[in-house]
């Protein structure tokens, strides 16, 4: 039997070090704004991801704590940071370290936004 490698969830993407991600979220998730280079480094458009729940990049790899901290977080007006490793439209994977942080309006929290820059774990094997 053939088996091509590598398997296509072991690729990872960087993304390129001149370039952020950023993304904007109602407060249920659902994404309202993505950046171009959110969009590329995830293999979808834009249009694609505007409108859809943010878990659309969730890689099954992520404990579910990591995101219920961020929630708690988020949710209590504070600021989060964390390592995140996202799961790409073809399957494949990156890793960014996300500051995600509450948006206001007139005091109130009507949203959240995500700004994120590229983490790398060279492989030393
Ligand atoms: C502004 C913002 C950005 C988010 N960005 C990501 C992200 O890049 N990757 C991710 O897996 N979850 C992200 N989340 C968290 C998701 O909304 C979701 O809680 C998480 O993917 C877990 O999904 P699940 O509860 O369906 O397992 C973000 C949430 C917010 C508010």
Known sequence: ?????????????????????????????????????????????????????????????????AFEDMWRDLKAGRPWRGLVKNRRKDGGFYWVVANASPVRENGKIVGYRWLSIRAHFPRTT
Do not use: C, W
């Not at 053939?2 to 960087?14: A, H």
């Not at 001149?18 to 590329?40: H, M």
């Open 1 to 65: 039997m053939r088996v091509n490698q590598p398997v296509i969830t072991q690729v990872e993407t960087l993304l390129p070090k001149d370039q952020f991600i950023y993304s904007r979220t109602d407060l249920k998730g659902i994404i309202v704004e993505a950046n171009q280079a959110f969009a590329d480094i995830s293999a979808y458009t834009r249009e694609e991801m505007i409108g859809q729940p943010h878990n659309l990049v969730r890689h099954p790899d992520m404990p579910p704590q």
